[in-house]
Protein backbone atom coordinates (compact mmCIF):
# COMPACT_ATOMS: atom_id res chain seq x y z
CA UNK A 1 0.00 0.00 0.00
CA UNK A 2 1.09 3.52 -1.00
CA UNK A 3 2.01 5.73 2.33
CA UNK A 4 0.07 8.87 2.82
CA UNK A 5 1.94 11.55 2.24
CA UNK A 6 1.43 13.64 5.20
CA UNK A 7 3.02 17.16 4.39
CA UNK A 8 3.48 18.40 7.75
CA UNK A 9 5.51 15.10 8.96
CA UNK A 10 7.72 15.60 6.31
CA UNK A 11 8.23 18.78 8.78
CA UNK A 12 9.05 17.46 11.79
CA UNK A 13 12.32 17.26 12.50
CA UNK A 14 12.59 21.15 11.62
CA UNK A 15 9.42 22.25 13.84
CA UNK A 16 12.02 21.49 16.67
CA UNK A 17 14.47 24.00 15.33
CA UNK A 18 12.63 26.31 12.71
CA UNK A 19 9.15 27.36 13.87
CA UNK A 20 7.90 30.23 16.21
CA UNK A 21 4.77 32.61 17.18
CA UNK A 22 4.52 34.81 20.15
CA UNK A 23 4.48 33.70 23.50
CA UNK A 24 0.95 35.26 24.07
CA UNK A 25 -0.53 33.51 21.18
CA UNK A 26 1.44 30.08 22.03
CA UNK A 27 0.40 29.97 25.90
CA UNK A 28 -3.26 30.48 24.70
CA UNK A 29 -2.90 27.98 22.17
CA UNK A 30 -1.19 25.48 24.38
CA UNK A 31 -4.09 26.10 26.85
CA UNK A 32 -6.61 25.01 24.07
CA UNK A 33 -4.85 22.03 23.74
CA UNK A 34 -4.03 21.21 26.53
CA UNK A 35 -8.21 21.29 27.63
CA UNK A 36 -8.34 18.34 24.97
CA UNK A 37 -6.34 16.08 26.84
CA UNK A 38 -7.97 13.76 29.24
CA UNK A 39 -6.61 14.32 32.90
CA UNK A 40 -5.48 10.31 33.54
CA UNK A 41 -2.63 10.63 30.09
CA UNK A 42 0.06 8.56 30.84
CA UNK A 43 2.60 11.21 29.20
CA UNK A 44 2.20 14.43 27.82
CA UNK A 45 4.56 16.68 25.51
CA UNK A 46 3.85 20.25 24.72
CA UNK A 47 6.14 21.58 21.83
CA UNK A 48 6.17 25.93 22.63
CA UNK A 49 6.27 25.92 18.64
CA UNK A 50 6.02 29.54 19.73
CA UNK A 51 9.48 30.54 20.81
CA UNK A 52 12.07 29.12 18.93
CA UNK A 53 12.88 31.33 15.52
CA UNK A 54 12.03 33.65 17.37
CA UNK A 55 15.16 33.88 19.47
CA UNK A 56 16.70 32.42 15.99
CA UNK A 57 16.05 35.67 13.97
CA UNK A 58 12.84 34.25 12.39
CA UNK A 59 9.21 35.57 12.62
CA UNK A 60 5.55 34.60 12.11
CA UNK A 61 1.80 36.26 12.23
CA UNK A 62 0.74 32.43 13.69
CA UNK A 63 -0.22 31.29 10.04
CA UNK A 64 2.95 31.76 7.67
CA UNK A 65 6.56 31.91 8.94
CA UNK A 66 9.48 33.71 8.13
CA UNK A 67 12.36 32.06 8.35
CA UNK A 68 16.17 33.79 7.79
CA UNK A 69 17.82 33.65 4.71
CA UNK A 70 20.31 31.25 5.94
CA UNK A 71 17.65 28.88 7.16
CA UNK A 72 15.66 29.28 3.98
CA UNK A 73 18.15 28.70 1.49
CA UNK A 74 19.41 25.25 3.71
CA UNK A 75 16.44 23.82 3.12
CA UNK A 76 16.06 24.92 -0.55
CA UNK A 77 19.71 23.22 -1.18
CA UNK A 78 19.47 20.41 1.23
CA UNK A 79 20.68 17.90 -0.97
CA UNK A 80 19.19 15.13 1.72
CA UNK A 81 15.55 16.30 1.27
CA UNK A 82 13.05 15.62 -2.03
CA UNK A 83 12.22 17.86 -3.91
CA UNK A 84 8.74 17.26 -2.81
CA UNK A 85 9.21 17.37 0.75
CA UNK A 86 10.83 20.82 0.22
CA UNK A 87 7.90 22.31 -0.85
CA UNK A 88 5.99 20.47 1.19
CA UNK A 89 7.99 22.26 4.21
CA UNK A 90 7.70 25.78 2.09
CA UNK A 91 3.88 25.37 1.87
CA UNK A 92 3.53 24.79 5.46
CA UNK A 93 5.69 27.61 6.66
CA UNK A 94 4.35 29.70 3.80
CA UNK A 95 0.73 29.49 5.23
CA UNK A 96 -0.32 27.09 2.39
CA UNK A 97 -1.60 24.23 5.01
CA UNK A 98 -3.88 26.16 7.20
CA UNK A 99 -2.24 24.94 10.24
CA UNK A 100 -1.81 27.08 13.28
CA UNK A 101 2.08 27.40 13.38
CA UNK A 102 1.01 27.83 17.60
CA UNK A 103 1.92 24.65 19.55
CA UNK A 104 1.68 21.01 19.11
CA UNK A 105 0.51 19.06 22.04
CA UNK A 106 1.79 14.74 21.93
CA UNK A 107 0.11 12.47 24.35
CA UNK A 108 -0.65 9.27 25.14
CA UNK A 109 -4.06 7.74 26.45
CA UNK A 110 -6.30 5.10 25.14
CA UNK A 111 -4.66 5.44 22.08
CA UNK A 112 -1.46 7.72 21.18
CA UNK A 113 -1.84 11.59 19.64
CA UNK A 114 -0.13 14.52 18.25
CA UNK A 115 -2.73 17.26 17.78
CA UNK A 116 -3.00 20.61 17.14
CA UNK A 117 -5.05 23.55 15.91
CA UNK A 118 -6.31 24.98 12.30
CA UNK A 119 -6.54 28.01 11.10
CA UNK A 120 -8.72 26.98 8.19
CA UNK A 121 -9.76 23.41 8.30
CA UNK A 122 -11.43 23.30 4.87
CA UNK A 123 -7.94 24.50 3.17
CA UNK A 124 -6.02 22.15 5.41
CA UNK A 125 -8.33 19.27 4.10
CA UNK A 126 -7.97 20.18 0.66
CA UNK A 127 -4.35 20.49 0.87
CA UNK A 128 -4.21 17.10 2.24
CA UNK A 129 -6.07 15.87 -0.53
CA UNK A 130 -4.32 17.02 -2.79
CA UNK A 131 -1.06 15.46 -1.43
CA UNK A 132 -3.00 11.87 -1.47
CA UNK A 133 -4.98 11.48 -4.47
CA UNK A 134 -5.01 8.06 -4.24
CA UNK A 135 -6.57 8.11 -0.90
CA UNK A 136 -10.31 9.89 -0.26
CA UNK A 137 -11.30 11.74 3.01
CA UNK A 138 -14.04 9.69 4.65
CA UNK A 139 -16.96 11.56 6.69
CA UNK A 140 -16.85 9.99 10.11
CA UNK A 141 -19.76 10.77 13.63
CA UNK A 142 -19.17 14.51 12.69
CA UNK A 143 -15.32 14.51 11.51
CA UNK A 144 -12.86 13.31 8.87
CA UNK A 145 -10.72 10.93 8.39
CA UNK A 146 -7.44 10.24 6.15
CA UNK A 147 -5.82 7.04 7.51
CA UNK A 148 -4.28 7.74 10.57
CA UNK A 149 -5.31 11.57 10.19
CA UNK A 150 -8.20 13.48 11.96
CA UNK A 151 -9.79 16.56 11.54
CA UNK A 152 -12.40 17.59 14.28
CA UNK A 153 -13.92 20.90 14.43
CA UNK A 154 -10.91 23.36 14.00
CA UNK A 155 -8.54 20.34 15.03
CA UNK A 156 -6.45 17.84 13.40
CA UNK A 157 -5.00 14.79 15.31
CA UNK A 158 -2.23 12.53 14.43
CA UNK A 159 -3.01 9.06 15.96
CA UNK A 160 0.26 6.99 15.83
CA UNK A 161 -0.95 3.67 17.57
CA UNK A 162 -3.78 3.02 15.33
CA UNK A 163 -6.52 4.91 13.11
CA UNK A 164 -8.03 7.53 15.07
CA UNK A 165 -11.50 7.48 16.64
CA UNK A 166 -13.27 10.39 16.24
CA UNK A 167 -15.99 9.53 18.44
CA UNK A 168 -13.49 9.35 21.34
CA UNK A 169 -11.81 12.82 19.91
CA UNK A 170 -15.30 14.45 19.71
CA UNK A 171 -15.58 13.60 23.61
CA UNK A 172 -11.98 15.12 23.89
CA UNK A 173 -12.73 18.30 22.82
CA UNK A 174 -15.67 18.38 25.12
CA UNK A 175 -13.86 17.59 28.57
CA UNK A 176 -14.36 19.84 31.55
CA UNK A 177 -10.97 21.53 33.40
CA UNK A 178 -11.73 18.55 36.43
CA UNK A 179 -12.02 16.03 33.45
CA UNK A 180 -8.83 17.59 30.71
CA UNK A 181 -5.10 17.38 31.69
CA UNK A 182 -4.98 21.63 32.88
CA UNK A 183 -6.92 19.76 36.44
CA UNK A 184 -3.81 17.37 36.47
CA UNK A 185 -0.97 18.20 38.94
CA UNK A 186 1.71 17.19 36.46
CA UNK A 187 0.59 20.17 34.30
CA UNK A 188 2.96 22.70 36.27
CA UNK A 189 5.40 20.86 34.67
CA UNK A 190 4.69 22.23 31.09
CA UNK A 191 4.26 25.62 32.10
CA UNK A 192 7.61 26.81 30.85
CA UNK A 193 7.18 29.25 28.13
CA UNK A 194 11.34 29.77 28.32
CA UNK A 195 11.55 25.82 26.60
CA UNK A 196 10.80 24.54 23.15
CA UNK A 197 9.30 21.69 24.42
CA UNK A 198 8.25 20.20 27.55
CA UNK A 199 7.04 17.34 28.81
CA UNK A 200 6.38 14.75 31.91
CA UNK A 201 5.30 10.58 31.91
CA UNK A 202 3.65 9.47 34.83
CA UNK A 203 5.65 6.56 35.42
CA UNK A 204 3.38 3.94 36.50
CA UNK A 205 0.68 4.19 33.87
CA UNK A 206 3.68 4.72 31.38
CA UNK A 207 5.15 1.27 32.88
CA UNK A 208 1.54 -0.40 32.76
CA UNK A 209 1.60 -0.82 28.92
CA UNK A 210 5.17 -1.94 28.80
CA UNK A 211 6.18 -5.65 28.72
CA UNK A 212 7.20 -7.01 31.53
CA UNK A 213 5.61 -4.42 33.64
CA UNK A 214 6.10 -5.65 37.12
CA UNK A 215 9.71 -6.34 36.75
CA UNK A 216 10.18 -2.93 35.50
CA UNK A 217 8.55 -1.84 38.59
CA UNK A 218 10.40 -3.78 40.80
CA UNK A 219 13.48 -2.28 38.94
CA UNK A 220 12.73 1.15 39.30
CA UNK A 221 11.66 0.67 43.32
CA UNK A 222 15.43 -0.58 43.78
CA UNK A 223 16.63 2.55 41.86
CA UNK A 224 14.72 5.12 43.11
CA UNK A 225 12.01 6.03 46.20
CA UNK A 226 8.74 6.82 45.02
CA UNK A 227 9.29 7.60 41.57
CA UNK A 228 6.44 8.88 40.09
CA UNK A 229 7.01 10.95 37.36
CA UNK A 230 9.47 11.76 34.69
CA UNK A 231 9.64 15.41 33.32
CA UNK A 232 12.10 17.55 31.85
CA UNK A 233 12.32 19.85 28.60
CA UNK A 234 14.54 20.44 24.92
CA UNK A 235 15.73 23.85 24.85
CA UNK A 236 17.16 25.26 21.42
CA UNK A 237 19.71 27.89 21.08
CA UNK A 238 22.15 28.91 18.45
CA UNK A 239 24.82 27.59 20.20
CA UNK A 240 23.59 24.03 21.28
CA UNK A 241 20.63 22.06 21.78
CA UNK A 242 19.95 20.89 25.56
CA UNK A 243 17.56 18.38 26.87
CA UNK A 244 17.15 17.17 30.72
CA UNK A 245 15.30 15.20 32.62
CA UNK A 246 14.26 14.31 36.28
CA UNK A 247 12.93 11.71 38.44
CA UNK A 248 10.08 13.27 40.35
CA UNK A 249 8.23 11.75 43.24
CA UNK A 250 4.69 12.10 44.29
CA UNK A 251 5.03 15.60 45.41
CA UNK A 252 6.59 16.37 42.42
CA UNK A 253 10.00 17.06 44.31
CA UNK A 254 12.82 15.05 43.22
CA UNK A 255 12.89 11.46 43.72
CA UNK A 256 15.23 9.87 45.81
CA UNK A 257 17.87 7.96 44.46
CA UNK A 258 18.88 4.51 46.46
CA UNK A 259 22.32 4.16 44.57
CA UNK A 260 25.60 5.59 45.80
CA UNK A 261 27.07 7.47 43.49
CA UNK A 262 30.34 8.55 42.80
CA UNK A 263 31.45 11.30 40.61
CA UNK A 264 33.77 10.73 37.84
CA UNK A 265 37.55 11.45 38.34
CA UNK A 266 38.41 13.85 35.67
CA UNK A 267 42.54 13.11 35.88
CA UNK A 268 41.56 9.32 34.95
CA UNK A 269 39.64 10.71 31.76
CA UNK A 270 42.61 13.41 30.55
CA UNK A 271 44.90 10.33 31.53
CA UNK A 272 43.68 8.59 28.21
CA UNK A 273 45.27 8.60 24.73
CA UNK A 274 44.72 11.80 23.17
CA UNK A 275 41.55 11.24 21.49
CA UNK A 276 38.76 8.84 20.20
CA UNK A 277 35.10 8.90 18.70
CA UNK A 278 33.71 8.24 21.75
CA UNK A 279 34.84 8.97 25.24
CA UNK A 280 32.66 7.51 28.04
CA UNK A 281 33.05 7.22 32.17
CA UNK A 282 31.52 6.50 35.34
CA UNK A 283 32.80 6.84 39.14
CA UNK A 284 32.02 3.28 40.69
CA UNK A 285 32.30 3.58 44.54
CA UNK A 286 32.74 0.23 46.71
CA UNK A 287 29.88 1.35 47.87
CA UNK A 288 27.99 0.63 44.64
CA UNK A 289 29.80 -2.66 44.35
CA UNK A 290 28.88 -4.02 46.87
CA UNK A 291 24.81 -2.67 46.18
CA UNK A 292 25.38 -4.75 42.75
CA UNK A 293 27.01 -7.56 44.80
CA UNK A 294 24.47 -8.00 47.18
CA UNK A 295 21.66 -7.79 44.33
CA UNK A 296 23.13 -10.70 42.39
CA UNK A 297 23.55 -12.88 45.46
CA UNK A 298 19.90 -12.34 45.88
CA UNK A 299 19.04 -13.31 42.43
CA UNK A 300 21.79 -15.89 42.10
CA UNK A 301 23.17 -17.31 44.97
CA UNK A 302 26.33 -18.95 44.59
CA UNK A 303 26.35 -17.82 41.46
CA UNK A 304 27.04 -14.44 42.08
CA UNK A 305 30.38 -14.81 43.45
CA UNK A 306 32.49 -14.57 40.17
CA UNK A 307 30.82 -11.37 39.84
CA UNK A 308 31.79 -10.08 43.32
CA UNK A 309 35.27 -10.92 43.18
CA UNK A 310 35.47 -9.07 39.94
CA UNK A 311 33.26 -6.06 40.54
CA UNK A 312 35.51 -5.67 43.88
CA UNK A 313 38.73 -4.69 42.25
CA UNK A 314 37.14 -1.78 41.32
CA UNK A 315 37.05 1.83 43.27
CA UNK A 316 36.81 4.82 41.65
CA UNK A 317 36.39 5.89 37.68
CA UNK A 318 36.45 3.50 34.56
CA UNK A 319 36.99 5.63 31.61
CA UNK A 320 36.85 4.72 27.89
CA UNK A 321 37.90 6.00 24.64
CA UNK A 322 37.16 4.37 21.38
CA UNK A 323 36.82 4.14 17.32
CA UNK A 324 32.80 4.31 16.57
CA UNK A 325 33.90 0.72 14.87
CA UNK A 326 34.90 -0.58 18.86
CA UNK A 327 37.85 -2.12 16.86
CA UNK A 328 40.42 0.17 18.61
CA UNK A 329 39.51 0.51 22.45
CA UNK A 330 41.69 1.90 25.43
CA UNK A 331 40.38 1.74 28.76
CA UNK A 332 41.63 2.57 32.38
CA UNK A 333 39.65 2.16 35.36
CA UNK A 334 41.14 2.52 39.06
CA UNK A 335 41.07 -0.08 42.09
CA UNK A 336 41.63 -0.70 45.17
CA UNK A 337 45.26 -1.89 44.42
CA UNK A 338 44.24 -5.28 45.68
CA UNK A 339 43.44 -8.68 43.69
CA UNK A 340 42.53 -7.76 40.09
CA UNK A 341 43.47 -11.19 38.33
CA UNK A 342 39.28 -12.04 38.09
CA UNK A 343 38.26 -8.58 36.96
CA UNK A 344 41.96 -8.74 34.25
CA UNK A 345 40.70 -12.48 33.55
CA UNK A 346 37.03 -11.39 32.08
CA UNK A 347 38.21 -8.23 30.31
CA UNK A 348 40.61 -10.05 28.38
CA UNK A 349 38.12 -13.25 28.13
CA UNK A 350 34.93 -11.85 27.36
CA UNK A 351 36.14 -8.23 25.61
CA UNK A 352 39.36 -9.29 23.85
CA UNK A 353 41.14 -6.37 25.50
CA UNK A 354 44.39 -6.68 26.97
CA UNK A 355 45.09 -6.04 30.21
CA UNK A 356 48.79 -4.05 31.94
CA UNK A 357 48.69 -2.86 35.24
CA UNK A 358 50.53 0.54 36.41
CA UNK A 359 49.74 0.97 40.53
CA UNK A 360 46.04 0.68 41.07
CA UNK A 361 45.33 1.69 37.70
CA UNK A 362 44.52 -1.16 34.89
CA UNK A 363 44.92 -0.11 31.40
CA UNK A 364 43.21 -2.32 28.95
CA UNK A 365 43.75 -2.26 25.27
CA UNK A 366 42.20 -3.44 21.67
CA UNK A 367 43.55 -3.16 18.48
CA UNK A 368 45.95 -0.17 18.01
CA UNK A 369 46.41 2.26 21.34
CA UNK A 370 47.87 5.21 19.02
CA UNK A 371 43.69 5.64 17.38
CA UNK A 372 42.54 9.47 17.62
CA UNK A 373 39.12 10.57 16.78
CA UNK A 374 37.50 14.04 16.94
CA UNK A 375 36.98 14.07 20.89
CA UNK A 376 39.88 14.65 22.94
CA UNK A 377 40.32 13.00 26.26
CA UNK A 378 41.08 17.03 27.91
CA UNK A 379 37.13 18.00 26.35
CA UNK A 380 35.62 14.84 27.58
CA UNK A 381 36.99 15.22 31.10
CA UNK A 382 35.83 19.04 30.65
CA UNK A 383 32.12 18.12 30.07
CA UNK A 384 32.40 15.02 32.28
CA UNK A 385 33.26 16.91 35.39
CA UNK A 386 30.33 16.66 38.13
CA UNK A 387 28.55 13.47 36.77
CA UNK A 388 28.38 10.33 37.87
CA UNK A 389 28.32 8.64 34.17
CA UNK A 390 28.42 10.32 30.88
CA UNK A 391 29.42 9.94 27.18
CA UNK A 392 30.98 12.57 24.58
CA UNK A 393 30.55 11.29 20.97
CA UNK A 394 30.45 12.11 17.12
CA UNK A 395 27.47 11.59 15.36
CA UNK A 396 25.59 9.54 17.96
CA UNK A 397 22.93 11.53 17.89
CA UNK A 398 23.16 13.25 14.23
CA UNK A 399 25.44 12.66 12.12
CA UNK A 400 28.70 14.95 12.19
CA UNK A 401 27.08 16.83 15.75
CA UNK A 402 28.98 16.12 19.03
CA UNK A 403 27.13 15.22 21.73
CA UNK A 404 27.84 14.50 25.43
CA UNK A 405 25.15 12.63 28.00
CA UNK A 406 25.44 13.11 31.48
CA UNK A 407 23.99 11.44 34.50
CA UNK A 408 24.19 14.10 37.32
CA UNK A 409 23.58 13.60 40.69
CA UNK A 410 21.36 16.24 42.02
CA UNK A 411 19.75 17.23 45.59
CA UNK A 412 20.00 13.19 46.47
CA UNK A 413 18.48 12.53 42.69
CA UNK A 414 19.65 11.95 39.30
CA UNK A 415 18.96 14.58 36.68
CA UNK A 416 20.08 13.41 33.18
CA UNK A 417 21.23 15.85 30.79
CA UNK A 418 21.85 15.99 26.75
CA UNK A 419 23.95 18.65 24.61
CA UNK A 420 24.28 18.69 20.75
CA UNK A 421 27.22 21.03 20.17
CA UNK A 422 26.99 23.24 17.69
CA UNK A 423 22.88 24.26 18.04
CA UNK A 424 20.67 24.82 15.12
CA UNK A 425 22.85 25.30 12.17
CA UNK A 426 24.82 22.09 13.17
CA UNK A 427 21.86 20.06 13.20
CA UNK A 428 20.26 21.98 10.32
CA UNK A 429 23.44 20.95 8.28
CA UNK A 430 23.62 17.10 9.76
CA UNK A 431 19.71 16.63 8.62
CA UNK A 432 20.22 18.95 5.31
CA UNK A 433 23.04 18.05 3.65
Same mark, same amino acid.
Given at each position: ????????? &?????? +??????????????????????? *?????? &????????????????????????????????????????????????????????? !????????????????????????????????????????????????????????????????????????????????????????????????????????????????????????????????????????????????????????????????????????????????????????????????????? &????????????????????????????????????????????? *???????????????? !???????????????????????? +???????????????????????????????????????????????? +??
Amino acid at each position: MKKLNYSFL &AIVALL +LVVVSCSKSESGNDADSLLRTVP *ADASSV &ALCNVAYIVDRLGGSTDGSTIKLSKEHTKAIKESQALKEKDKKHIMDVLEGQTGMAL !NSFVYFSAARTYITGLLNDPDKFIAYEQEQNPSYQWRDEDGGKVLGSLAVVGNQFWICTTGTPDVEQLKYYQQLNDKQSYVSSDAVSLLSDTEKAITFVADVKKSIAFLPNSTYLRIGSSLIFDDMSYVAGYVDIEKKNIMASAAVLNSDMKPSELLLPTEKIDASIVKSLGESGDVVAAMGISQKLVKKISDAAGT &ALGQGSDALAGMLQAIDGTVAVRAKSSLDDVEAKMQTNGKDFADL *ANVINSFLGLTVSRDG !NILTAVRGNKDFNGPITSQKAAEK +LKGAWIGVVSDGMLVRNVVSVTRLVPEKKSLRLDIEAEGGVDAFLNAV +LK
